[in-house]
């Protein structure tokens, strides 16, 4: 079935940049995410991509998206404290639905 | 875009009840999702709710144990039957947009 890979670790240095990748094996699919977790929090939608495009840029955020590769990339440029979560990189079915990772956790060190 | 409202936020449940959350939505969609995420975990489709239409179920749920109503385009709910401690996680429904996904906050259920 289809599935949603990525690394379950990053730690930077704060004013560092983060790469969070990401890997899935369904081509068909539409649309590609990234969400942020904060403990206790809810899903928040950080970006999307849609599968015809290469790149996205929004302020501190670039996603990259090799669609032959079926590779997915988050950078946040300027990592700060703030930004310590987990990222989950999820892709959407034909049905509608999504299919997430398993979230990567980012630890931003001072 | 679209604003999910999700209730209740969080609740603790002795296990053999049942709890029902509700997700009431700002505008008419067509599918809504319901997901679990387990502690620690990532989050897993449990069923697809259709106006009009039974919901459809992903492999490993049953409507037994979790029945869907969908009585019209901008409300759900989900219900989590005879819960056991391996039931507390956060529930969470969504409505997927033209691009965006959207989620409800989630309903942190603690099965005791």
């Known amino acids: 079935g289809e599935d949603v890979e990525q690394s379950l670790f990053l730690s930077v240095r704060e004013g560092d940049s983060s790469v969070i990748n990401c890997t899935y094996t369904d081509s068909s699919s539409t649309y590609l995410y990234w969400y942020k977790q904060e403990p206790g929090a809810g899903l928040q939608l950080l970006t999307y991509?849609?599968?015809?495009?290469d790149m996205k840029q929004d302020q501190r955020l670039t996603v990259l998206l090799n669609k032959k590769d079926k590779h997915l990339s988050l950078r946040i440029a300027d990592t700060q404290t703030g930004d310590s979560a987990i990222y989950f990189c999820a892709v959407r079915r034909s049905q509608g639905n999504l299919i997430f990772g398993k979230g990567t956790k980012l630890s931003v060190k001072p | 875009s679209a604003v999910i409202s999700q209730k209740p936020s969080r609740d603790i449940c002795q296990r053999g009840t049942s709890l029902t959350i509700q997700c009431q939505v700002d505008?008419?969609?067509?599918?809504m999702f319901w997901y679990r995420q387990q502690p620690g975990q990532s989050l897993t489709l449990i069923a697809t709710a259709n106006q009009g239409s039974e919901a459809t179920y992903e492999s490993g749920f049953v409507i037994d144990k979790f029945p869907i109503s969908r009585p019209n385009l901008t409300f759900s709910t989900l219900t989590v039957s005879n819960m056991s401690p391996e039931d507390s996680s956060i529930y969470l429904c969504?409505?997927?947009?033209?691009?965006?996904?959207?989620f409800g906050q989630g309903t942190r259920l603690t099965v005791v």
């Open positions: 969504s409505v997927a947009g033209q691009g965006e996904a959207f």
């Open positions: 991509i849609f599968s015809n495009m």
């Open positions: 505008s008419q969609v067509t599918m």
